[in-house]
Every structure is written in structure tokens, then in C-alpha cells.
């Protein structure tokens, strides 16, 4: 049984009533949620933070071998844009992470297109809406299935 970490950043606390036509209607603990099945139903475990302080996020991720996390599906938001430190810690705990996204980045406005994330992810779900994080999960759980041996 592995452990996921799902990570979410600053504002996805209001998904479901912020911005429908970007990010849809889905509530971020009803996805949390129905990830938690998921990984469940697989034979391991998630658990969900999400900050909109930066820091929060940082002490998550450092902990995170400490705590025996596996593998990390992460949904940095604004801070896709922004934040090196998270880059950083997330090279350092040296973990498989997917990066999510609810909307295209790539169409957005020309600040939202440049991740630091994207090239040191093990992949990117990006424009399906809530439908990204579940198809992150399966990712995850098929590179679980497929490295343990």
C-alpha cells in the first residue's frame, strides 16, 4: 500500500463557486473525496492539503518522506507561475509528483503559460477540469502498480 499526497494551492478552497467557466463546478473536497476512493479502492492511501499560504505547502512536501508519502499529485495553482521554493522542495524530497491543473494553462493569459513544475513532473494533466485530477489518480496509481515490485 502506497500513500498519496494530493496538494492544492492558493484559492482551489472556492472551486465550485469561483470562476465555473475556468475551473467548473466540482467542490475541491467533493474531488478530494472521490480521489480518496479511488486510491482506496486501489490498496492505498490519500491525503489532501490545501493552503493558499505558501509555506504551508513547503513544510507539507518536506515532511512528506518523512511520513512515507509515495507519490505526490499536486495542483500548485497560482503558485504554478510563481514559486521556486515550492520547485525546489519538491526536487529536493525527491518523490514522483503529477502536476494538475482545471483549466488549459497553455491557453490562458501569457503569465499563467509558464510552469516551474511541468519539467520536472513526471507528467501534466492540464484543461479537463475535475476530470484532471482523475485522470492524475489513474496515472499515479498505474505508475504505483507498475515500479512496486
Known sequence: ???????????LNLLGSREPSHYGADSLNNIAECLATKATEAGHSLTHLQSNAEHTLLDRIQSAPINGIS???MNPAAFTHTSIALRDAMI????????VH???????EVFRQKSYFSDIALGVVSGFGSLSYHLAMYA????LRRTQI
Not at 500500500?1 to 484559492?11: D, F, Q, S, T
Not at 529536493?92 to 502536476?99: D, G, L, R
Not at 499515479?140 to 505508475?143: F, K, R, T, V
Request: glycine share 4%; net charge negative.
Open 140 to 143: 499515479a496509481i498505474e505508475e
Open 71 to 73: 507519490f505526490i499529485i
Open 1 to 11: 500500500m502506497a500513500k498519496i499526497l494530493l496538494l492544492n494551492g492558493p484559492n
Open 102 to 108: 482545471l483549466s488549459n494553462i497553455a491557453t490562458r
Open 92 to 99: 529536493a524530497v525527491n518523490i514522483p509528483f503529477i502536476e
